[in-house]
Antibody, heavy 119, light 106 residues
Framework: QVQLVQSGPEVKKPGASVKVSCKASGYTFTTYGISWVRQAPGQGLEWMGRISASNGNTNYVQKLQGRVTMTTDTSTSTAYMELRSLRSDDTAVYFC????????????WGQGTLVTVSS | DIQMTQSPSTLSASVGDRVTITCRASQSISYWLAWYQQKPGKAPNLLIYKASSLESEVPSRFSGSGSGTEFTLTISSLQPEDFATYYCQQYKSYWTFGQGTKVEFK
């Protein structure tokens, strides 16, 4: 069965960077892309961007352009999301999710990673 | 960018009630709409895709309808495990979520 297992919680200071991992299993990694979604405490879901696991192409939401980088390591079936210049409003649970194509919803989700930004 | 607006933000209901949630897109998205259920502390779970197609293993009391800019999610007879927050998502142009509808006990 498809599983996405994310790395553990992080506490960072403002201005620092965080890199969250998402290890996939149960399917051929390059078949699906990976999208990243975040959810601030008590708030809704915000799509951050997506990476194709087959060719590495990325699309990022405009508000995060320049601060976010999504990568994949096909040798370990792992996707990564790095967010730089962290601010307090980046405090959120970060989810990875599989997406078959740019015309697909998000089928399978990781368990989420809490990133807390605090001085 | 395509904006998604859900209503209501909160819905109070009882077990057995018929529940309807509405989602409106800022421009036509044809049928490229999904619905998710999220329970506290958990990841969202895909319920419906292409506006009205039920994801496998999702109970048949859930149904979706609509096209263009107006969509609805209906739960025909609310069960105790259905108290949760529901999100719509467009995927015609990248992905955008609605702000969510919390279904709570009346």
């Amino acid at each position: 069965q498809v599983q996405l297992v994310q790395s553990g919680p992080e506490v960072k200071k403002p201005g620092a960077s965080v890199k969250v991992s998402c290890k996939a299993s149960g399917y051929t990694f390059t078949t699906y892309g990976i999208s990243w979604v975040r959810q601030a405490p008590g708030q809704g879901l915000e799509w951050m961007g997506r990476i194709s696991a087959s060719n590495g192409n990325t699309n990022y939401v405009q508000k995060l352009q320049g601060r976010v980088t999504m990568t994949t390591d096909t040798s370990t079936s792992t996707a990564y999301m790095e967010l730089r210049s962290l601010r307090s409003d980046d405090t959120a649970v970060y989810f990875c999710a599989t997406v078959y194509s740019t015309s697909s919803p998000f089928d399978f989700w990781g368990q989420g990673t809490l990133v807390t930004v605090s001085s | 960018d395509i904006q998604m607006t859900q209503s209501p933000s909160t819905l109070s209901a009882s077990v057995g009630d018929r529940v309807t949630i509405t989602c409106r897109a800022s421009q036509s998205i044809s049928y490229w709409l999904a619905w998710y259920q999220q329970k506290p502390g958990k990841a969202p779970n895909l319920l419906i895709y292409k506006a009205s197609s039920l994801e496998s293993e999702v109970p048949s009391r859930f149904s979706g309808s609509g096209s263009g800019t107006e969509f609805t999610l209906t739960i025909s007879s609310l069960q105790p495990e259905d108290f949760a927050t529901y999100y719509c998502q467009q995927y015609k142009s990248y992905w955008t979520f609605g702000q969510g509808t919390k279904v709570e006990f009346k």
